[in-house]
């Protein structure tokens, strides 16, 4: 085995298994959780230093601090380097700067992003508000003050948006329903330079979602089943079931878990739409949801511990002979589907006893 795939597979695992003993405190949406995982709010919170910088008119294309926003900056020159493009741009907007942050254990300057004025706002307001998001089970106050700025037209602040309510729990995401325009929403999930950044406004078409918008997903699903695709796959159950409920599980059921053909990388993006929606009581669809995932189980036995993990989450112990038989037939062939399984046996006999 290569050592990359070691890597992965070891982390996929221990993953796993936090996953199952903290399933409880897991509440970030599992769908589209953005690329990169550090967000420059991340940034700005761990610095040391925060600073708006333009270039040094004494030393041409490299930077000098105009304003320090957060710690002490005892020498205002910068070791980084201005490229071109946002020279021109700084010598053409005297108002703008770009923000940049010192991290004393790696003693190295990064920017944070180009700073238009509104940009410069935001991160005044985010260093204010910090403190209050630091403290533990603070973080969907920090996804719902970002949740006006996906309606942006400043890209840098809409981007930023993306990235932290991208990270919050799936009902945190339904409330920017009411925030981003539908014309934005449609533009941008039809604009193919987005692809990967899709899926949050994906599951946002599906949340109320017009006739005209239902039928999208729809038919949208069927091609990506038809083509076995697995790119923003999750996003797009994920809002097949907000629009059709049952009615989506029993498809997928039929289309994904009962096909034993199917990959199990494709098989997981449909557990993670069904997760999602299973987490959230008032959808009213967990019962249905632990059905199908029954027939995962026997028909994808590698993949049973994500079962494991949602239906301990969900104090669901119907299944304990079925988790039962699958461990006494040995099919289960890594560590963390195993464990999720003993998890689950175990608790489920601890609540019976009890």
């Not at 589209?32 to 008119?57: G, H, M, S, Y």
């Not at 899709?198 to 038919?219: C, F, Q, S, T, W």
């Not at 199908?292 to 994808?300: A, G, N, P, Q």
């Amino acid at each position: 085995m290569s050592l990359v795939k070691y890597a992965r597979e070891y982390l996929a695992a221990l993953t796993l298994s936090c996953i199952v003993m903290f399933g409880g405190q897991a509440k970030a949406c599992m769908v589209c959780i953005p690329f990169p995982k550090e967000t420059a709010t991340d940034q700005l919170l761990r610095a040391d230093v925060v600073v708006l910088a333009r270039e040094n008119p004494e030393v041409p294309f490299s930077f000098v601090a105009v304003n320090v926003l957060k710690g002490d900056l005892e020498e205002p020159e910068i070791d980084l380097f201005v490229d071109s493009t946002k020279r021109r741009r700084l010598a053409l907007n005297p108002e703008h700067s770009v923000v940049l942050t010192y991290d004393s254990v790696t003693d190295h300057w990064k920017s944070a992003g180009y700073a238009t004025a509104e940009y410069q706002e935001l991160v005044v307001k985010i260093l204010a508000l910090a403190p209050g998001w630091n403290r533990s089970g603070h973080a969907e106050n920090r996804a719902t003050f970002f949740l006006p700025y996906l309606a942006e037209t400043d890209r840098a602040l809409r981007e930023l948006a993306y990235l932290e309510v991208g990270r919050s729990s799936y009902d945190t995401i339904r409330r920017a329903d009411t925030i981003v325009p539908d014309e934005q929403l449609h533009r941008f999930i039809a604009d193919p330079m987005y692809i990967e950044w899709h899926a949050l406004y994906i599951l946002l078409l599906g949340v109320d979602a017009k006739p005209n918008e239902a039928e999208m997903i729809r038919a949208t699903m069927q091609r990506i089943a038809k083509y076995d695709q697995t790119l923003n796959l999750s996003a797009w159950a994920t809002a097949l079931v907000e629009v059709d409920g049952e009615k989506a599980v029993d498809w997928l059921e039929e289309v994904y878990f009962s096909a034993a053909d199917r990959t199990p990388d494709t098989v997981l993006e449909i557990i993670k739409a069904l997760s999602v929606h299973g987490a959230r009581k008032q959808s009213g669809l967990r019962g249905h949801i632990a059905k199908s995932y029954d027939v995962l189980i026997r028909t994808h036995p590698s993949l049973a511990g994500w079962a494991a993990r949602d239906l301990t989450a969900w104090s669901d112990w119907r299944f304990v002979d079925t988790f039962a038989e699958l461990r006494r037939s040995q099919q289960t062939t890594d560590s963390a589907t195993a464990y999720a399984i003993d998890y689950y046996i175990g608790r489920s006999r601890s609540s019976i006893s009890n």
